[in-house]
């Protein structure tokens, strides 16, 4: 039940990209579609951006773009906004009933 | 529209018990695997419990190691509703637990379980 891997923190200014990559190994990521993105801003719930590896709800901007390959997905943001500093989770689906997050990556916009 | 509310958290003392309740709508809760998440003061989200849909009449839970022979998942679909009994509270239970329908990205506002003498 080890966590996905996420870098600590990413930065970047107003209007660049960044990319928030979330490792895990061929029993989760790697084996199944079901990778999911949350946004958390603090004191609020988690609001999910992608799901199914690439997958944007309604609601959610075509400036969140996601992909997956092997036992790594990635999460791309373009043109940053100072509301998009917040705290990114991946999530995957590991098996019925079990789900494993990432440990979270702290997006700085300068 | 979906709803998921939380409730049963608070203070409790070192190996005391609590059970948080979890009251769902506006989905057909019984197809649903559900889970709960919990966020630890300063740290991230972390997996703590899931359990299937109960569509054959039967369901089953998993948790994390962290948790596991101390907490208990179990769901009424009559009620709509999925509880998470905690026994054993240690200091580092001491989280906002969160209510989540994982397949479909919704999530309760959590309630904040305590655990300190």
């Known amino acids: 039940q080890s966590a996905l891997t996420q870098p600590r923190s990413v930065s970047g200014s107003p209007g660049q990209s960044v990319t928030i990559s979330c490792t895990g190994t061929s029993g989760n990521v790697g084996r199944y579609k079901y990778v999911s993105w949350y946004q958390h801003h603090p004191g609020k719930a988690p609001k999910l951006l992608i799901y199914?590896?690439?997958e944007r709800p309604s609601g959610v901007p075509d400036r969140f773009s996601a992909f997956k390959s092997g036992n790594t997905a990635s999460l791309a943001i373009s043109g940053l906004q100072p509301d998009d500093e917040a705290h990114y989770y991946c999530?995957?689906?590991?098996?019925?009933?079990?789900?494993?997050f990432g440990g979270g990556t702290m997006l700085t916009v300068l | 529209e979906v709803h998921l509310l939380e409730s049963g958290g608070g203070l409790v003392q070192p190996g005391g018990s609590l059970r948080l309740s979890c009251a769902a709508s506006g989905f057909t809760f019984s197809r649903y695997a559900m889970t709960w998440v919990r966020q630890a003061p300063g740290k991230g989200l972390e997996w703590v419990s899931g359990?299937?849909?109960?569509?054959?009449?039967?369901?089953?839970?998993a948790y994390a190691d962290s948790v596991k022979g101390r907490f208990t998942t179990s769901r009424d679909n009559a009620k709509n509703t999925l509880y998470l009994q905690m026994s054993s509270l240690r200091a580092e239970d001491t989280a906002i637990y969160y209510c989540?329908?994982?397949?479909?990205?919704?999530w309760g506002q959590g309630t904040l379980v305590t655990v300190s003498s």
């Open positions: 999530c995957s689906y590991a098996g019925s009933p079990t789900w494993v």
């Open positions: 359990i299937t849909g109960t569509d054959d009449g039967t369901d089953y839970a």
């Open positions: 989540v329908n994982a397949w479909t990205g919704h």
């Open positions: 199914d590896a690439t």
